[in-house]
Nanobody, 116 residues
């Protein structure tokens, strides 16, 4: 059974930093595409950043230059380093995995709140 467990969310002041982690189990982690999505209050879920098995990354325009996605295949973990946080970054952040055969999995989400 595939499980994704996020951690690292919390309350931070504008301009601060947080690092989210997502630990995967039950699947061959290194071969999969990983991503972070977020869902702000009252809005749809949106892609924040993604990283392929080969380390190629993609970012939403709204967070470019502030957030960095990375992965540690030895630890089956993907990270999202968030710097220069803004109140509009407030959302529930979800970890996402797309397997080689197209199966998709989601974590339970972690709340990030940025105060002004």
């Amino acid at each position: 059974q595939v499980q994704l467990v996020e951690s690292g969310g919390g309350l931070v002041q504008a301009g601060g930093s947080l690092r989210l982690s997502c630990a995967a189990s039950g699947i061959r982690f290194s071969s999969n595409y990983m991503a972070w999505y977020r869902q702000p209050p009252g809005k749809q879920r949106e892609l924040v950043a993604g990283i392929t098995s080969g380390g190629t990354t993609n970012y939403a325009d709204s967070i470019k230059g502030r957030f960095t996605i990375s992965r540690d295949n030895a630890k089956n973990t993907v990270y999202l380093q968030m710097n220069g946080l803004k109140p509009e970054d407030t959302a529930v952040y979800f970890c996402y995995l797309r397997g080689m055969l197209g199966s998709t999995y989601w974590g339970q989400g972690t709340q990030v709140t940025v105060s002004s």
